[in-house]
């Protein structure tokens, strides 16, 4: 036990038995670790199992087990009665040299890179962390409505597919896959569209739509148009392509049109991004009148339109207004969209429409991207359209979500009518809350994370103009609801004290 190699391996070895990983794998990959750093040289000879034991504490079966893993990968060799030995597999991997005065840091890894790189501050990431047992988002669904157990037989099944390994042994095909073809014929048949494959990809989320379109379409220092208050994350997006992003006014009818007409020339603008259906955050929807004004302004000034509908599904009353894009017989409508919002979020799938150019440039450019895909996704996605199951959850879902939207509208008119002011939408899953008089938001939520209520960043609006909140209530039940208003009137009260 005293043997220079036992010493080397005592001072270099440590494992945590609270770990998943279980010991014997830890020790095992610290002496790979050893071998190549050269510490312990090809031929050395290990402690037997029962002093290697003793020496680490450890049972001899786990010593037993780590002698057998390093042997399966080949950097010991246990001959009977000998003893074990260190191996240096050939070319596996180069010896890594290090001054035996820095064993310990050898097994740490810089927190600081020694070599320059572009830091973009519009990137930093707006995730805030909380223990808050109650918390506001910008308008998702519950996962709790999710079909658990029949997900789980959608996905078994799908897996079982044989057809799977055909597809995924095929780098390319000639035809159209089955899940491009039925996503097809759902959106023909519930957004207006006349779509072939040839017009459409999918995607893993919006966000990465947007990322595709953005860099195949903008350019450093192009002038793209959103929103006055718009979408961060969407923002982000253009600012990383390098756009030049200015604000357009936002009122009653949605996005201004005349005040683009008025500010802007002909050829300046590259695209406008707009949320047609139900404008982020504000929920207003843009009229009939100035869809058709955007649409002609856009054919005329030759810019781009990026209508993103991002919660189309969601219709409470009345028929939801088709996307802008149906109507596109000019090739000026970049669409995205969103299938499976009332599935698992890892089984969301974004999607573009635009015409057959431009979709056969963003698919080049998602192979760079994404080039595996998700084939179980997309197969079982294919079947859900196929059997109507997305159809009938979705319908299933809306009478949830509408209850739960009443639900708040009560909840909101007990305990701050006077105070905030907002439109009941018919359809979504945020309301667009407006303080009559203005306060601090920051304050706001200071005071709801001491009572248990989170209230992220994202979702507060405050400028000189606008003292505002998008509260999503798609995630809450009633009683949640019911506990949240009640929450977010005692933090105002709170708040107004301060003062």
């Not at 390994?165 to 073809?181: A, D, I, M, Q």
Request: proline share 3%.
């Amino acid at each position: 036990m005293n043997s220079p190699v036992s010493q080397l391996l005592k001072q270099l070895i440590t494992f945590d038995k609270s770990l998943v990983q279980p010991v014997y794998v830890q020790v095992a990959q610290q002496l790979v670790n050893a071998i190549q750093r050269g510490y312990l040289e090809e031929g050395s000879k290990l402690p037997g199992t029962r002093v290697f034991s003793e020496l680490l504490a450890i049972h001899r079966n786990t010593a037993v087990a780590i002698y057998e893993e390093l042997a399966s990968q080949g950097w010991v060799d246990i001959v009977a009665n000998k003893g074990t030995f260190v191996l240096m597999p050939q070319e596996s991997t180069a010896k890594i040299k290090a001054k035996t005065e820095h064993l310990q840091q050898a097994y740490t890894y810089p927190n600081v890179a020694g070599f320059p790189f572009q830091k973009s501050f519009h990137l930093a990431s707006t995730n805030q962390k909380t223990i808050a047992k109650y918390a506001i988002n910008d308008g998702k669904p519950d996962l709790r409505l999710h079909p658990v157990h029949q997900f789980s037989r959608w996905y078994s099944a799908a897996m079982k597919r044989k057809t799977l390994l055909h597809k995924w042994n095929r780098t390319t095909t000639l035809t159209p896959s089955v899940f491009s073809t039925q996503l097809c014929n759902y959106l023909n048949a519930s957004r207006g569209f006349h779509i072939t494959p040839k017009h459409l990809i999918n995607t893993r989320s919006t966000e990465m739509s947007l990322y595709v379109v953005s860099q195949l379409l903008i350019k450093q220092g192009d002038l793209v148009l959103v929103g006055e208050l718009s979408n961060y994350a969407s923002n982000m997006i253009f600012h990383e392509a390098g756009a030049t992003i200015r604000t357009i006014p936002v009122d009653q009818e949605g996005l201004d049109i005349s005040y683009i007409r008025t500010h802007f020339l002909k050829g300046s603008i590259r695209c406008v991004y707009v949320c047609a259906h139900r404008d982020y955050p504000t929920t207003v929807m843009l009229s009939a009148k100035r869809r058709v004004q955007l649409m002609q302004l856009a054919k005329r000034y030759g810019f781009a339109i990026i209508e993103d509908d991002y919660d189309y599904d969601f219709q409470f009353e009345g028929s939801a207004m088709l996307p802008m894009a149906s109507a596109d017989v000019d090739g000026m409508v970049i669409y995205l969209g969103k299938l499976g919002q009332s599935l698992f979020p890892s089984f969301h799938t974004g999607f573009v429409v635009a015409p057959e150019n431009f979709i056969a440039e963003a698919k080049n450019y998602l192979q760079l991207l994404d080039q595996q895909g998700d084939l179980i996704q997309e197969q079982m996605l294919s079947e859900l359209i196929s059997e109507g199951e997305i159809y009938r959850l979705k319908k299933k879902h809306i009478i949830t979500y509408k209850q739960r939207r009443d639900y708040l509208c009560m909840f909101l008119n007990h305990y701050f009518k006077g105070i905030i002011t907002w439109e009941i939408p018919l359809g979504g899953l945020a309301l667009w809350l407006q303080f009559v008089n203005t306060i601090s938001l920051v304050k706001l939520a200071e005071e709801a994370e001491k009572l248990d209520l989170f209230l992220p960043k994202t979702i507060l609006y405050q400028d000189k103009t606008t003292c505002a909140m998008r509260f999503g209530f798609g995630h809450l039940n009633e009683d949640e609801s019911h506990i949240v208003i009640k929450t977010l009137r005692q933090a105002y009260d709170n708040v107004l004290k301060l003062l």
